[in-house]
């Protein structure tokens, strides 16, 4: 795994920018048959309007021709996309508003000050102590990866090459933007085990940030909301497997879950690895 000194290039895994914190290239993960996704076709992130002018120029360097944004209407309004010559935003919300602001929590990186005050309202409010942070996640996870129109439109993206690169995102990049990734993924061919580890990299990229939020938070709160608390930052194994769960229950395998779900059916994936493997 690498990480960019001076800016953003294709070839490195976590591309280090001033106004985003889970910026990332998805290239370089093997597949089941050996191949390799290549570098500079798709990437992922967290919100991206805190980019600086310098994040900006590095991003336009990627030659990305897709921004597609998971978020809500809310979510975009308080925090509009940039505009990159040259390249297209698409947003479809991929779940409703209200689960969108109890998961992203972690997510709001421009403004860590507000944030905080946010959340020692819902703390004041007793929202804490209402509900099970990790059964609506669970919840939610469970829910994304069936019916979702936001990941119909992803699909059906990327089988065109003139498309990509596709910059997709939500507000921190760990679930709707983790589950978009890992369906990129698995309909590349990547296994199971690799599109986790690909998950999991959040809690890497993310790690200083949320460790920030929860200190300040550990000062507001008791040991047990605490622990509820922390179920919404970062991601867990088993948020992954709920999503790789609910598509097996529903499907039975991966395979029959892209065809049904979304046409891809073995011809149009072997064509799309044919274009985006090496």
Known sequence: MSTTRDGA???????VLEGTHNFRDMGGYQTADGRKVKYGIFFRSDELTGLTEQDLAAVQALNIKTIFDYR?????????????????????????????????MSGDAGNADRNQRDIADMIK?????QFRADTMMMEVYTKLPLGNPSYKRLIELIQHSDNLGLLHHCTAGKDR??????LILLALGVPEQTVMEDYLLTNETMKA????????????VNEAELKNIEHIF??????????LGSIKKTYGNVDTYFSEEFGLTDQRREALQSMFLE
């Open 9 to 15: 290039y294709p070839g490195q895994r976590i591309i």
């Open 125 to 129: 409010s007793g929202y804490f102590k």
């Open 72 to 104: 809500n209407d809310y979510e975009a309004q308080k925090k509009p996309d940039p505009v990159f010559a040259g390249a297209k935003n698409i947003r479809i919300a991929a779940i409703q508003a209200d689960q969108a602001s109890r998961i992203n």
């Open 177 to 182: 933007t983790g589950v978009g990734a890992a």
């Open 209 to 220: 940030f949320n460790e920030k939020m929860l200190n300040q938070i550990a000062e507001h």
């Open 234 to 243: 970062g991601v867990k194994e088993q948020f992954m497997e709920a999503v």
